[in-house]
Structure formats: C-alpha cells, structure tokens
DNA sequence: AGATTAATATACCGTTCGGTATACAAAATG
DNA sequence: CATTTTGTATACCGAACGGTATATTAATCT
C-alpha cells in the first residue's frame, strides 16, 4: 500500500472510532509513521482527505444503483437488489459504512456532512426514480415515492446497524440472501411476514 | 432566562447547527454574552454541559415510553402511542432532537456518544419490553423483538427526518394523529396501506 | 550526467482549544 | 452589619489545532 492510500486507511479508522471532528491531522500522519507535510502534499487540507476517501469509495457504489434505477424489473426485485448492493457496500468495509452514515446524520452546517450529501442525494434521487417508475403498477401509492425510498434506504440502514451492533467483528460471515428478502418483505408487507 | 439556561440553549443550537466537537466552548459563552468561567463554573466541562442538556431534557421524555412499556394495551395501540410521544418530543424542540440524534450515530468512541448513549438504551430496552409482552398474541414474532423495536424506533425517526428535512421551520403545523397512524400501519402492514 | 519532478522531513506559523487562578461584585445568611 | 455563598469577569495556562516555508531525498526524464 502506498503511503497516500495508507493516509486514506489511517483516517478511516481514525474518524470512524472518534467522529471527524474529534481527529487531528497530527493524530492521522501519526499513525501513518509519517509527517503533515505528506498528508498535505496528497490531500491539500483535512477536508480534502475525506472528500478524497468519499469520492474513491462512492464510485464503485453510486454506478450499481443507478444503473439499477435506470433499469430495474418489478419493484421487489429491485428493492431486492439495492439490499444486495447495499450489503455488499456495507460487507466490503464495516468501517466506512459506519463512517458514513455517522457523517450522513451530522450536523448541516458541519464541511463533513457537507462532503457527504452529494453522494446521499444522489442515491436517494436513484431509488425515489425507482418508485416512480414503479408507481404506475402500484395504484396506491399516492406520491409517497419519496416516503418509501427514504424508508427504504433507512430500513436496510437499520437492518446493516444492527447487524453490526451485534457482530462488529464480521465473525458471523456474510450477509444471506433469505435475510435481505426477509427485510424487503418486512418492508413491503409489515411485520407479519 | 437566567444564564445556566441560557448557556444550555446556546449550546444546543451551535450542537445541531455545528456539531459538539466543532464548536468551542469560547463560541458558545460569546453567543450567550458571558465568559468562560461562568460555564465552567455551572457545567464543570464542556462535556458536563452537554450530559445536563441531555439530562434536563431527557427526564420529561424516557418516563412517559416506560410507563408505557410497562402498561401498553394492544400492540397497535401501543406502537400509536409512542409515536405520539415520540413526535411531541420532536416538536417540543426540533433542534435538540435533531441534536441528540447525531450524536446517537456519531462515533462509539467519542465522549458525546457516550452522553447519549445510555438514554438510548433505556430508551430501545422499554421498546424491546413492549413487543416482548406482545410475543404471546403475535405467534410469528420469532424472537424478532429486538429487530422490531431497532426497527420501529428507526421507522419513527425516519418519518421525523423526513418532516424536518421538507419542513425546519415548523411551518405546516404540528403532526396529526391520523399521520402517526399511517407510519405505524406501514410499520405493521407494509407500504400497501 | 544533469535537470527536473515527486515525495518526504524538520521546524515552525498564528490561532484556537479546553480549562483555571484570582479577584470582585451581588445576594443571601448569621 | 459582618460574613459567607453565589455568580461573573480579567487574564492567563500549556497543549493541540490546521496549515506552511524550506530543505532534502529519491526517482524520472532529457
């Protein structure tokens, strides 16, 4: 690993156990074995290196569910399918999708959020297109395409929560299939499923 | 207002605004008009400032969810009635659950999380309790309580989000019952409702 | 080989951080 | 009225903050 990569890493870890604001830029290069002016040779300013880390771990992300909007079959299938994305994003690093989400639920007037939102908005925009193109099927649905997409990103937010609350340390393997229907259906028709 | 308060109201909207670790205690007695040793004089820390805010405001709320987890009527009914306490608390003051629910999903290893987080506990065990009760009756529960209490609370705050997201300043009013009523029918019944 | 560029370190900048020693004023208490 | 308690301000502490000027090393290019 490159020492630019190994800041990105050394951050992470860092800004997941103890929030953003709570790491110094002393406290990353540190547990890099290296120096701040390295930091900012790659990276021009704390902020930078999370744009940085968001940028390079959203691009394998974003593409899949918004090519899964664009297409996409019927609506369980697709919910179906963004949990698997989703579990597989959450499963490839626990860490930063903790990270995240911590960020996601920041403060506004805070550079962190603001460096996330982008990426939420446009996932959000995705699965709200995802609903609307389902929405002629489903005669009920009455405008709440953007209640349900919110829902639904924050239900399987949820179920990846706890998940992790549970089992931090990955040691009951990965994620099920029967698990992420189980959720959708959850979803989709209550609790008694 | 005498100035304890007043120190507790300014630090709670630079909290939402900002979050707690990018504001300083210096910004905080500016916006208040006073000076530093009179917070430390009231609150000991800046940390101890935070636990009284949370403290203050937590002692009218988690007693209303326990009595009620610990009577409860029906599960519908039940499930109805803690979303009508949950939504008085978030319109008692918007900004401090705003507040509070980032720092529940901020870094474990942060001291502000740390203040949040036992009133969470006892929060989610109240909930755990009320579907335990109703394990009986709903024979599919399945040892799901706790997937359900995570889920339902998460459900609620979703639904909060949302309205707060459309709507900050508190402009369309207060929330209804039959609003309450629908997220706890799609919390039961699925999005077919 | 010489020049250039990329990558890293030493040592420092001014500012802000959370927190405090001390003094003083106001109010309550004897 | 004297004394203690409560509340507030001035002025300061050392440490950490984000960031940088400058030098040096290592690699690349001509």
């Known amino acids: 690993m490159n020492n630019k990569a190994l800041l990105m890493e050394c951050a992470k870890e860092l800004f997941y156990a103890k929030g953003y604001d709570a790491v110094g830029v ?20 704390k902020i ?12 394998h992300y974003l593409p899949q569910v918004k090519d899964l909007a664009a297409a996409g079959s019927d609506i369980r299938g697709t919910l179906y399918r963004l949990g698997e994305i989703s579990c597989a994003f959450y499963e ?14 920041s403060a506004r007037e805070n550079e962190a959020y603001q460096a996330v939102r982008p990426y939420f908005v446009e996932l959000y925009e995705s699965v709200v297109q995802a609903f609307e193109r389902e929405a002629g099927k489903l005669g009920n ?53």
């Open 92 to 105: 490839e690093d626990r860490q930063f999708y903790m990270m995240m989400m911590a960020l996601l639920y």
């Open 141 to 193: 649905m009455r405008g709440r395409q953007r209640q349900f997409a919110i829902g639904f990103l924050g239900t399987i937010h949820q179920y990846l929560f706890l998940q992790w609350e549970t089992d931090p340390e990955e040691a009951s393997g990965r994620i099920g299939g029967e698990q992420i229907a189980s959720v959708v259906d959850q979803f989709m028709y209550g609790i008694f499923t």
């Open 26 to 45: 002393q406290e990353i290069v540190e547990r890099a074995g290296l120096t701040k002016p390295t930091l900012y040779y790659y990276f021009g300013s």
């Open 48 to 59: 930078g290196l999370l744009r940085t880390l968001l940028e390079t771990r959203f691009e």
